[in-house]
């Protein structure tokens, strides 16, 4: 089992574990650390076996469990709140359905490439390339999101409806549902092969025991969820946060509401991103009972462990 894979199963038990390691494997500053420095130092801590705190203070969170491979600066989770804050900024004041899907094709492309990366490296293709797989079941879920989260302002923009009703659901309310359907619905497709092909699983001593569906599909919906759950919050809580604000007039200048708009949408999303991550463990658990009886045969072990992803 991979260092960082035991370092969460023993110190991400709970979910406030969970959140507190996360804040800080979050750290933007750990994107300066060079990918000679992090391979460095994955080294000295295989080597030395080090304590189980070495992996989240050396950035070993930037570093594939499935592969041993070093992500790409931009697709680490340090770099995952710098690249979709201004996205997300940027979405939320569209009042043009080709402008609003343009964003939103930027912004699910981010995120659909940041959930390929660190999706579950195991599963492995018999009869097609995996890799192109997924790139077309991407590229297809990008395009969709990108035309259902244009669609109401095309709707409205269409037929001329101004009226205040159709105005504050457009505007107001629909964003936030779509936002978090589609983003867990990106990472479905992207990561489908994971559910398809299954993942591997391991004892509590780090052997792979086999492959399982079963376990794909659940780590895919977990992630899935998750992600609903952050960009969902993040178009959501703002909207309310704000009405609050315009009508205690706590701003007095209007022209201050933009500022401030993005200072709440950046603290809404500096908050969820660690709550989000941490809803399920990263080492992810299956009970034997949900198993293959394929896998189960060489075996006694209760309890599986495989690397959810991000």
């Not at 599909?217 to 998750?226: F, G, N, Y």
């Not at 463990?281 to 309890?303: F, Y």
């Amino acid at each position: 089992m991979d260092a960082n894979l035991r370092f969460w199963r023993a110190e991400g038990q709970s979910f406030f574990q969970r959140f507190l390691l996360w804040t800080d494997a979050l750290d933007p500053l750990l994107l300066l650390k060079s990918s000679n420095e992090i391979h460095r130092t994955r080294l000295s801590i295989l080597i030395n076996e080090k304590t189980l705190s070495e992996p989240i203070h050396n950035n070993q969170s930037s570093v594939h469990p499935d592969t041993d491979k070093i992500i790409p600066v931009l697709f680490r989770p340090p770099a995952f709140m710098p690249v979709t804050l201004p996205l997300v900024i940027i979405s939320s004041v569209q009042r043009h359905a080709r402008h609003s899907f343009f964003w939103q094709f930027v912004f699910h492309t981010y995120t659909t490439a940041f959930t390929l990366v660190n999706g579950n490296g195991t599963p492995k293709a018999q009869d097609y390339s995996l890799q192109q797989k997924q790139l077309l079941l991407g590229l297809g879920a990008i395009s969709y999101s990108a035309c259902v989260g244009a669609l109401p302002l095309a709707f409205m923009n269409r037929y001329m409806l101004k009226n205040s009703l159709m105005h504050l659901v457009v505007r107001k309310l629909l964003p936030a549902p779509l936002l978090g359907l589609t983003s867990a619905f990106t990472v479905a497709m992207v990561r489908s092969p994971e559910f398809d092909n299954g993942i591997e699983v391991m004892d509590r001593n780090g052997k792979v025991i086999g492959v399982s569906k079963k376990a794909g599909e659940k780590a895919v919906m977990e992630t899935a969820l998750s992600r609903a759950v952050l960009f969902g919050t993040t178009f959501f809580l703002p909207e309310v946060l704000m009405h609050c604000v315009q009508r205690a007039r706590f701003v007095k200048n209007p022209r201050a509401l933009g500022p401030v708009r993005m200072f709440v949408i950046m603290s809404v999303l500096a908050g969820m991103l660690p709550v989000s991550f941490s809803m399920f463990p990263q080492c992810g658990e299956i009970k034997r009972a949900d198993l293959e009886p394929e896998i189960l045969s060489s075996t006694e072990e209760t309890v599986f462990f495989y690397n959810r992803g991000i």
